[in-house]
């Protein structure tokens, strides 16, 4: 048996390490980083591997057989090309995992919302009493799933896991929304949504949002796959909406009560979208209404989508950090209510922010521009909105401490990548977080 040449050595190169030496196979792991992330934990479980880092391989060496890339690995990479020109299988690790997977599985997709819907639906099932995980793009890593004894697997997807993967058996599959996001990799918005609809490939029934045109657009006929839509509207067969307003409003699939809005705390916004597509997946999966209304009701959200860091003297203080690009920015304006500060800015993705500026529109708001795309907010919002400039997140901060007034918003909703100043988003929700306390 030949040899597997990873490409790739983050936290998928590692999973793979760990699937090949639990397999006994051979494998070889090749990064163009000098210093990549996961190069230890490869060691640690295959210590006899060959790692080329610093892209300074060249060719592909004789013993390998396929190339296995990575999410993040380029498809158009000199070893990707050489790859295919030789016949070469070039494959990902969900090939691999649906290959030996036994579990019922459930796939979520979408330009935002795929964590918080995907770890949602998991405490939905784990309430149900199914032996439940979840990963992919989420927290584990696909091919460490595998090491479990799960029923059923929910496994987050992104553009790049699909667009590199062959499609997959999905028992249900969910595109929550279609939005431009990576273009600085898929180049075109087109693109982009393709990758995204091969999530449907194989699936047996598609959820999809009523109201959104372009992940519509993307849905396979109902004769080739069964379809279960959600959103606001009222209720029937193949919709799951809402009946009432209010306090009142409920949620129910034909004639089916499922819980009230008020009784979860994603109750507006996008919040409320991502808790009706948790809700039809369930549905489709075959939870009953007590077990998911018990989860929603318990679920507090995920750190750094949304989070109240805290409220002092009138003023709230929110952490959507994962907030990455214009449109999650823009829904997030969206779900607040006014005065707003808005904290944007970081590294760009190629993106414009003309989203953002619609939601900013009419609205008592000021924004406070910091990174690399401060200036480029800034001639996107102005003169509509009235924008400030500061060299770090907590000037920022302090900056809109100074601003805010009794009954005032400050969000941090940066539009924006998080790389020119911190390692991920994470560490910049966290520093975020830091800083309000620190002037409280």
């Not at 979408?110 to 979840?134: F, H, I, P, Q």
Request: include cysteine; charged fraction near 20%.
């Amino acid at each position: 048996m030949g040899e597997t040449l990873v490409f790739g050595m983050g936290a998928t190169g590692a999973s793979c390490a760990r699937y090949f030496a639990r397999t006994g196979r051979s494998a070889a792991f090749f990064d163009t980083r000098p210093r990549p992330p996961a190069k230890e934990e490869i060691r640690r479980a295959m210590p006899r591997a060959r790692c080329f880092a610093d892209g300074s391989l060249r060719e592909i060496p004789g013993s390998v057989n396929r190339l296995l890339l990575s999410p993040g690995a380029p498809l158009k990479h000199p070893l990707v090309q050489r790859a295919r020109e030789q016949g070469m299988p070039v494959i990902s690790d969900l090939d691999l995992f649906a290959g030996e997977n036994h579990a019922r599985l459930a796939g979520i997709t979408g330009s935002n919302g795929k964590s918080t819907v995907a770890t949602l639906l998991l405490c939905m099932l784990r309430e149900s009493g199914l032996d439940a995980s979840a990963g992919a793009n989420l927290g584990t890593p696909a091919l460490d799933l595998l090491t479990d004894n799960s029923e059923i697997r929910v496994l987050e997807l992104s553009s790049f896991q699909l667009e590199r993967a062959a499609p997959m058996r999905l028992e249900a599959a969910v595109i929550l929304n279609a939005t431009p996001d990576h273009l600085d990799s898929h180049s075109t918005f087109e693109s982009y949504a393709a990758s995204k609809a091969r999530i449907w490939l194989r699936c047996a029934h598609c959820v999809l949002p009523a109201n959104d045109s372009a992940v519509q657009a993307l849905a396979p006929s109902r004769k080739a796959c069964p379809r279960l839509e959600y959103g606001a509207g009222r209720p029937s067969g193949n919709r799951l909406g809402i009946v009432g307003s209010g306090w009142q409003a409920e949620i129910r699939h034909a004639g089916t009560r499922l819980m009230r809005v008020a009784d979860s705390s994603m109750r507006r916004g996008f919040q409320l979208s991502n808790l009706l597509a948790a809700l039809a997946m369930g549905r489709v999966l075959g939870l009953s209404p007590a077990a998911m209304r018990r989860a929603a009701a318990a679920f507090e959200g995920l750190p750094h989508r949304m989070q109240l860091v805290g409220q002092w003297l009138g003023v709230q203080w929110i952490n959507d950090s994962k907030a990455t690009n214009a449109a999650a920015a823009a829904a997030a304006v969206s779900s607040v209510s006014d005065p707003l500060i808005l904290i944007a800015g970081g590294a760009g993705k190629g993106l414009g922010y003309g989203v953002l500026r619609e939601a900013l529109q009419g609205r008592d708001a000021a924004v406070i521009a910091i990174g690399e795309e401060a200036t480029r907010i800034a001639a996107a919002l102005e003169p509509g909105c009235s924008v400030s400039h500061c060299l770090t997140l907590d000037d920022a901060v302090a900056a809109a401490r100074d601003l805010a007034r009794p009954g005032a918003t400050v969000l941090l909703a940066p539009a924006c990548a998080s790389f020119d100043m911190f390692n991920n988003y994470q560490e910049r929700g966290l520093s975020f977080e830091r800083a309000v306390r620190a002037i409280h």
